[in-house]
C-alpha cells in the first residue's frame, strides 16, 4: 500500500507548515500542497487550515490523525515483515528519548544496532516524560527510554536504576555531611527542571513534604548545573546525568533518604511492534547489561 501521501499529511500537520514539511522531506512546496489536495478530494473534506503561523488542522482533519498514524505505521511493519521473508532487513525506528539517556547510552546502542543492521534507520526524539508518553500513546514514536511510566498503558522493559543527587554550589559548606538530608532543601533556593521533563523530584518533595523555594526552572540540564555553580540555588539531578558534567565546579552528596529512578525501554505493544523496533529493543538490552555486568 502506497501511504507515502498520508505520511506526508501527518509530517506537515506536526510541522504546522507545509514548507518545513517539503524541506524534511526533500519535496517543494506546490508539490506538497498538490499531495494535500489529492487527500482532501479523495476523502471529500478539508483537512488542513492556512492561518497566519502556517497550517493547522481542520475538526474533520483532527478526527482522523490517530487512524492515519495507525494506516501508516502497520503499513511500515508489513513492509518491514515482507521485506524480512525475503532475508532484507529495512525499516526505520523512531527513539523517544531525554538528553543523558541520549549521551550516555544511545550512541553505543545506535553504532552496534547500524553495524547488524545499517539499512534500518533510525529517528530521535528527544523530550522529557510528558513528551515520550505522548508520543507512545499517539504513535509518534516506537519506542522510548525513561523512567517507569505512570498513568499509560504500555509495555515496560527495566534496565538499570540510577540515582538522584543533590547538586550544591562550590560554596556550600559539606564538610560535615557525607549524605543530603532531604529535609534541607524546605525553603532552599532551588532550580528545577522543567515539570514536563521531570516530575519524580516534585513527587519526591510531596512525600516529604518539603516546600523548596523555587528560584528558576530549566528543560537543560547544564543550564541547571550552571546557575547552581554561580550560587542561585540548590538542585537535584540524576548521576547519570551529572557524569557528564564532572568538569563543572559544583558539590554533588547522595540524598538521605536513598531516591532512586528506574530507567528502562517503553513501548506500546513488544508483541505488535514491528521486526526493526524488536531488533533495536534486543540490540539495546545486549549493549546496556553488557556494560553493566
Known sequence: MDTKKFETL??????????????????????????????????GFPVLIRNRNGVVPTEDGKKIISALRQLVNWNEQFEQVAASIKGIEIGKVRIGTFTSMSVNWLPRIIKAFQSDYPNIAIELVEGGNQALSSGIENGLIDVGFGSYPTGMEADWIPLFEDFLMAVLPPTYDIKDLDVFPIQRFNHLPFITLSESFDCEVQQIFKRNYILPDVKFSSTDDYTIIAMVRQGLGCSILPQMVLQGYKHCNVQT???????????????????????????FVQCAKTIINQALD
Open 10 to 43: 501527518l509530517r506537515v500537520i506536526d510541522c504546522g507548515s507545509i514548507t518545513k514539511a517539503g524541506e524534511d522531506l526533500g519535496y517543494t512546496q506546490s508539490g506538497i500542497s498538490h499531495m494535500v489536495k489529492a487527500i482532501e478530494r479523495e476523502l
Open 253 to 279: 552528596l547522595a540524598l538521605e533518604p536513598e531516591c532512586r529512578r528506574q530507567l528502562g525501554i517503553v513501548l506500546p505493544s513488544l508483541k505488535d511492534a514491528s521486526p526493526a523496533t524488536k531488533k
